[in-house]
């Protein structure tokens, strides 16, 4: 129901001022200029999913605690993204301590899900942030 309300205001409406007609369907859209972090709330739903996901299977209140925290802050580091591209921190030190805590199970265990899964995805995102560091900045 939300996408049929959301989806026309998305592509009719998009644009980077604001809009107060104009709009084909006729409605109007504010729509900021900042670029939002997509690979990073899809990485915070993974995270939080596998933790909701360990706790439908196996009953793990740990597990349902790690994924929300963990997804909780690695939300969080993809709202500051949006907003600042250069504030990776907390991004940065979630996917890195995932990366460790992950990468410890996997190598004792052997098994890729969930432990590999996660600490593949984990590390991705430490490069992806580590390229963002490392970029120049751009001059306007």
Request: with cysteine; glycine share 14%.
């Amino acid at each position: 129901m939300f996408v049929y309300l959301l989806l026309p205001q998305l592509l009719f409406c998009n644009s980077s001022v604001s809009q107060l007609s104009g709009c084909p369907l006729g409605m109007s859209a504010s729509v900021s200029n900042m670029s939002v972090d997509w690979v990073g709330y899809g990485y915070a739903a993974l995270i939080a999913s596998g933790g909701v996901i360990g706790y439908a299977k196996a009953k793990s209140v740990p597990s349902l605690a790690a994924g929300l925290l963990f997804g909780g802050l690695a939300g969080f580091g993809a709202y500051q993204i949006s907003n600042d591209p250069k504030n990776v921190w907390v991004s940065l030190a979630t996917s890195g301590a995932l990366t460790g805590l992950m990468g410890k199970r996997f190598y004792g265990s052997k098994k890729f899900m969930p432990a590999g899964l996660m600490a593949g995805a984990s590390l991705l995102m430490v490069g992806k942030l580590g390229m963002t560091l490392l970029q120049k900045p751009q001059e306007s």
